[in-house]
Structure formats: C-alpha cells, structure tokens
C-alpha cells in the first residue's frame, strides 16, 4: 500500500505596505498567459519543497494558475500581480489574490536559468508597492517551513510571523 504524500508545514508570514510605487519594468498578468506560467511554476517548483504545491506535473500546475486566477483562492488582484519577461517571454511571476480580506501573495516563481537575479525580490516588492498604493496595509503568504531560501527572501523583505491584527 503506497502512502499518501504528507503535505508540507506552513507558515502565515505578514508584512506592513509602502505606499510609494517605484518604477519597475514588469506587467500585469493576463488570461492568455496562464499555459505559459503554469509551465514556469512546473519548472520553478520541481524539485523543492513547493513541489506538491504545482501538483506533479504541467497540467496540474497550469490549473493551480487558473484557479488563482479566476479567483478560487480570493478575488485576484491583476492590478497587484505581475510578470517578469525577458526577450518578450515570462521569466518569473508574483500573483496576489485576497483571501478573507488580506491581500494574499498567492505564488511567486522565477524559472530556473532566472533565479538569483533578484527577480523574485523585485517582483514581490513591485507587488506590495501597488497594494499600498491601493491603499491596502498589509500583505500575507504561506510559506512552506523546510523551503529555507523562500523564507529568507521574505524576512529579508520584512515579512514577520503572522499576529492578530488588533
């Protein structure tokens, strides 16, 4: 009998909001680019501990993208996401959804030859600038405990364990 996969631990992590918008060469993401990302979060969780998050394979990782962005994890915020390109073809991505009424980094990926170029950071904090901007304060993510890289990028961006907001 084979076991079933035992889901990672997670944990919330918040981070107050700017409210200045800096200047940033990314776009927002569109419905035409879901095949295309969800390939890219194939590629960018292969691997690490966010794999079962992309769901084994490019056809389940392309449904995790539609269903984020067709809001079955909160209303997604096109405004607050963005894609990363490079020669006109995504790279990396951050897409935001609003989940029980706190902005929600719902995925951040960066294809493999892009890492370590500061895309993700970069797209993260173009993100918390726009939902500042909108007013909002905060932003949350989920992030899994055994992915050490991911957690250091977001406590370096600020990013606290979760509170209860008073």
């Known amino acids: 009998m084979t076991e079933a996969p035992v889901a990672p631990r997670r944990s919330r992590l918040d981070v107050r909001l700017p409210r200045a918008v800096p ?10 680019d879901i095949p295309v990302l ?21 056809a389940a990782a392309t449904q995790e993208i539609r269903l984020a962005l067709t809001g079955a994890y909160g209303s997604f ?19 935001v959804t609003v989940w029980k009424d706190v902005p ?16 993700g950071r970069r797209l993260i904090e173009a993100a ?28 370096s961006l600020g990013f606290v364990p979760h509170q209860k907001k008073q």
């Open 128 to 155: 918390m600038h726009a939902l500042g901007a909108q007013g909002h304060g905060w932003l949350s993510l989920a992030v899994t405990q055994d992915n050490v890289r991911a957690r250091r990028l977001y406590e």
């Open 23 to 32: 200047a940033h060469d990314f776009r927002h993401p569109v419905e035409a």
């Open 38 to 58: 969800g390939h890219l979060m194939w590629q960018a969780y292969r691997g690490t501990p966010d794999e079962q998050d992309a769901g084994g394979s490019v």
């Open 77 to 95: 915020l096109p405004a607050a996401s963005f894609v990363a390109e490079d020669d006109g073809r995504p790279v990396a991505a951050a897409l």
């Open 104 to 119: 929600l980094l719902a995925y951040v990926f960066t294809a493999p030859p892009h890492t370590g170029r500061g895309l």
